[in-house]
């Protein structure tokens, strides 16, 4: 009885402490283009998923369906709900709504107001929600715009060619995917079917609170570089607040050790902390094959209270690039963890799925511990794919999968005007600061394959226009992406190549596009000559 009694305490204080969050996630969604299908379905959703499990269309993965249902992504969209408010969440004075991941252009009513717009899939969006637009009965829309039409759109109002226009014939893609921040294989590639889903992919959500309740949130934990002469790690703490110009006592500890650091603060929204850490009060994280995935749960008290925490794992990382010794012009190009050299065994990882909401936390695991036992310590995160979900990245940090990190960037010039690049500027400040905790991460490359599109000129490129060309490459990687990385994953526990492959040391020293790109003396390869004869 006094166990029943707990738990529905427990039940009733998880509830309360959760009443200014509202899920929109789940059923009772309605999906219709306004010509031919309507449908109730599922969020995280697109319509392929949705349509199939309504029994509107057949397997997309079966026969010529990618082709014979691509009439589907030529359509605009819109998806609805309807949801109930209660007195207490309208009695707020700060509404929000938070999209965890949206797929991909889309404007956001409720009520019929216009709430925001979006135009990444690589990105979260928050919009504030006035109290106007909300009553007891509401109803969200979400109409989106069709993606293959919107990147026509963007690339004929552009000022400039951006080749290629479109894939290769054999492929049977869909055009200009350069000009939108989608995942590229999307609109087709030489593995895969082209389906450029449509939909709510990842969490959707109401939060309500009141400006003159103080909110922190703990926005990225970085374990950013060791010390070798005192023997301690530096660790960076970025949190926010809703509020600035107020005082508070925060608080951390990390688990399973005697560490914890407690300090007086003034908050101005953001704030920026680094704490240090003995390495006698830790064991290091290692590769799978060189020791154990030692992992520590980093939390973040304010006032006593629990703002929030973070897995981190401890280890250093170092990209050893040396001349050699033997009069042999070229580079090393290895890497070394925790002061040991490691031996890289591995593969290059493709979305495991064109649909991201049939890709289960199990079908992570089953694939990722594949990996592990076939005695892989390395995987590639492809540029022509996705940043994948968090649960990703925590298993790969607990089985030793360590990760090259490219961002979403293949086989393509891009646009390099203003919406675009800050765009992506916003893109990488997002994902690296939600993805830096992660030991496994041991590097970011800044494109698949680009430094070789211009280097060997894939497009043909006239020559009068190649200056430009690489200007615009190095406006893109180098002075957007790279410099967005150094602002929030300061340190020298992960390295950045600006191109996969590239010559490393000499690719920078030939302003980041080498004329021989892919010289087997240095930086990385991408190995294409396999023989089966």
């Keep these: 009885m006094l166990q029943q009694l707990l738990y529905i305490f427990l039940i009733i204080f998880i509830s309360s402490s959760n009443s200014n969050r509202l899920s929109l996630i789940g059923n009772n969604w309605t999906i219709t283009n306004n010509i031919n299908h309507t449908a109730q379905g599922t969020i995280p959703g697109t319509i392929h998923t949705i349509l199939f499990a309504a029994k509107q269309i057949p397997e997309p993965y079966l026969d010529y369906n990618d082709l014979d249902l691509r009439y589907l992504i030529y359509n605009n969209w819109t998806f609805t709900k309807k949801f109930d408010l209660f007195s207490d969440f309208l009695a707020s004075n700060q509404i929000t709504i938070h999209l965890e991941q949206i797929d991909t252009v889309a404007a956001i009513t409720i009520n019929n107001c216009l709430i925001g717009r979006t135009n990444s899939m690589f990105i979260s969006y928050t919009f504030h929600v006035a109290n106007s637009c909300l009553k007891f009965d509401n109803e969200i829309s979400v109409d989106f715009e069709s993606p293959v039409l919107y990147a026509l759109k963007q690339a ?50 109401l939060e309500a609170v009141n400006t003159t309740e103080i909110v922190i949130q703990l926005e990225s934990v970085n374990v950013a570089s060791y010390n070798v ?41 953001n704030l920026s902390i680094t704490v240090s850490i003995s390495d006698e009060l830790i064991s290091r994280w290692w590769p799978n094959g060189y020791g154990n ?42 890497f070394v963890i925790n002061s040991q050299s490691i031996f890289i065994k591995g593969s290059n990882w493709i979305p495991s799925d064109s649909f991201q909401e049939r890709v289960s936390d199990e079908k992570y695991e089953r694939l990722l511990r594949s990996a592990q036992l076939a005695n892989m310590n390395m995987i590639r995160v492809w540029g022509g794919g996705i940043y994948e979900r968090n649960s990703f990245y925590e298993l790969a940090d607990r089985l030793g999968i360590m990760l090259w990190h490219d961002f979403m960037f293949a086989c393509s010039l891009y646009p390099v005007n203003d919406e675009f690049l800050k765009n992506v500027h916003d893109e990488v400040i997002y994902q690296v600061k939600r993805l830096q905790s992660h030991p496994s991460i041991v590097l ?90």
Excluded at 172 to 198: D, H, L, N
Excluded at 301 to 321: A, C, H, P
Aim: proline share 4%; with cysteine; charged share 20%.
């Design 156 to 205: 004929n109002t552009y000022n400039d060619t951006v080749p290629p226009d479109c894939p290769p014939s054999v492929v049977r893609g869909e055009c200009y995917v350069q000009f939108i921040r989608k995942e590229p294989s999307s609109f087709g590639w030489g593995f895969g079917p082209t389906f450029a889903p449509i939909g709510i992919t990842g969490d959707i959500y």
């Design 229 to 269: 002469k005192t023997k301690s790690w530096q660790v960076d703490v970025l949190l926010s607040s809703n509020n600035d110009q107020f005082e508070s006592k925060i608080k951390f500890i990390l688990e399973n050790t005697t560490w914890s650091y407690e300090t007086l603060v003034i908050f101005n929204h």
């Design 444 to 533: 970011w490359s800044g494109n698949n394959e680009n430094e070789a599109v211009i280097a060997e000129n894939w497009y043909n490129v006239s020559q009068e226009k190649m200056n430009k060309t690489k200007d615009d490459y190095r406006k893109l990687y180098i002075h957007t992406v790279m410099n967005a990385i150094q602002q929030v994953d300061q340190g020298n526990n992960r390295p950045f190549v600006s191109s996969s492959p590239s010559n490393g040391l000499e690719t920078i020293a030939e302003n980041y596009i080498a004329r021989d790109h892919e010289d087997s003396l240095y930086g990385d390869v991408h190995f294409y000559g396999l023989s089966l004869s």
């Design 293 to 334: 995935q030692s992992l520590y749960n980093f939390v973040v008290f304010n006032q006593e209270k629990v703002i929030d925490s973070r897995l981190i794992g401890f280890r250093t990382v170092q990209l050893v690039q040396n001349k050699y010794r033997t009069g042999i012009n070229g580079t090393s190009f290895y």
